[in-house]
């Protein structure tokens, strides 16, 4: 049973965190739009709609296509932002 109760937890809080992902990033576009964010940093982003887990945000991350890379000695996943900058 408790198990049951996880299972669909978990599940929320990815169907949450990937509503998030799509409503603010793509998983390509142009380099302008181009930005790295840790797996921490996205959890902390989406603090107030859910609470994913770090496997949870590698899941979905990868369902969705993202990639990930070094940069800065850090691993990162490469976003593009959806809406364009305000000059």
Known sequence: M???IDDEQERTAQDAFRA???????SFGSSSAMIFRTSRELIY???????????DVAKVMDDLGFKSDQFCGQYTWV??????LRY
Not at 79 to 84: N, Q, R
């Open 79 to 84: 976003l593009y932002e959806k809406e364009e």
């Open 45 to 55: 982003d989406c603090r107030e709609m859910c609470e994913p887990s770090l496997p």
């Open 20 to 26: 998030f992902v799509l409503s603010k990033y793509d």
């Open 2 to 4: 408790k198990k049951d």
